[in-house]
C-alpha cells in the first residue's frame, strides 16, 4: 500500500497531525477517527477512496501524533474547534466526512454548526451511548458526576502508560480487543499506533486523559436540534454485534432531516475493520447517490 504524506497544523496553540493521501483538485473527504484511536485506522478505507477524492485523516489532540493538551479535559467542543479549524485552513468546504465514534459525534456537531460546509456524512456509531444510558447519566446528581470526574482525574494523574515489553505483545492486545480483526489489520494498527519506549518498551500513542469525559456536556436536547440542522444526506452505520444500539429504533435518527439507517452483521463497533468490504460497498452506494 502507498501511504499518505504526514503534516502538522495548528489549534488552540497545539500541533496536531494529520495524513494526506493526495490527489489534490479532487472533492475533499475527511476521516474522523474515535477514541483512543488515530489516523492510520483509516488507511483500508482511504485507499479504496483515493481516486475519487483528496482525502485527509487527522490525528486528534491526545492521540497518535498530535500534541497531548495539557491542562485539558477533552472537551467535545475542543475536537469539534480543531476538526473545524483543520476545514477552514486547508480549505475543505464542501466536504465529505466518513468518522467514527467519538470523532463521529465531533463530526455530528461540526455539520450541525456549519451545515452549509458538508456535503455528506458517513458516520459509525457516532451518535454516542444508548437513550437509556444518558438518562441514567442524567439522573445522577452533578456533584456526584463532577466529584466522579475529579476522582478520575486524579487516579489518571498516578497512572503509568502501559508498556509492553515487545511489539508482538502489543500486537497481541490489539487482536484481544478486537478478534474480528485479521492479524495484517492488527499489525498495521499496533504499528502506526505505538511508539517505542526509551527502554526498548511499547505503548500506545493516546494520553491517558482522553479516557476522561467531562461531566460539562451539550444536553441531549441541544445535541438533537444541532442534528436537525444538518442538511446534508446521513449515513449511520452500527455493527450488529456492537454494544451500541440502534439508531433507527431508538430515537435518535428521528432528529435527522435526510438519513439512512444500515446494521452490518458480524461486526462489532469498527464496522470499518470488521466488515470492510461491506462498509465499503454501502458507503460507495450512499455517496454515488
Known sequence: MEGPTSHSYFSQRLRLHYVDWGNEGAPAMLMVHGGRDHCR????????F???????????????????????????????????????QKKMNPVTI??????????????????????KLVVIEGTGPPP??????????????????????????????????TLEEAY??????????????ARHLTIHGSNQNEDGTFSWKFDNYVRNFSPVRLAPEAQHELWSRISCPTLLIRGSESW???????????????????????????AHHDQLDEFLSLTRNFLAD
Open 41 to 48: 485506522n483509516w488507511d483500508w478505507v482511504a485507499q479504496a
Open 50 to 88: 483515493r481516486d475519487d477524492y483528496h482525502i485527509i485523516a487527522p490525528d486528534l489532540r491526545g492521540h497518535g501524533d498530535s500534541q497531548w493538551a495539557v491542562g485539558s479535559s477533552y472537551h467535545h467542543a475542543d475536537y469539534v474547534y480543531d476538526i473545524a479549524q483543520l476545514i477552514h
Open 132 to 165: 437509556s444510558m444518558i438518562a441514567e447519566r442524567l439522573g445522577v446528581p452533578i456533584n456526584e458526576q463532577l466529584d466522579t470526574w475529579v476522582q478520575d482525574l486524579r487516579t489518571s494523574s498516578g497512572r503509568l502508560p502501559r508498556r509492553y515489553a
Open 98 to 119: 466518513v468518522a467514527h465514534s467519538m470523532g463521529g459525534g465531533v463530526s455530528l456537531t461540526y455539520a450541525g454548526l456549519y451545515p452549509e460546509t458538508v456535503a
Open 244 to 270: 451500541a444500539s440502534d439508531p433507527a429504533t431508538d430515537g435518535r435518527a428521528d432528529h435527522f432531516r435526510h438519513v439512512q439507517v444500515e446494521s452490518i452483521d458480524g461486526a462489532g463497533h469498527w
Open 172 to 185: 497481541e492486545r490489539m487482536q484481544t480487543e478486537n478478534p474480528h480483526l485479521t492479524e495484517e489489520r
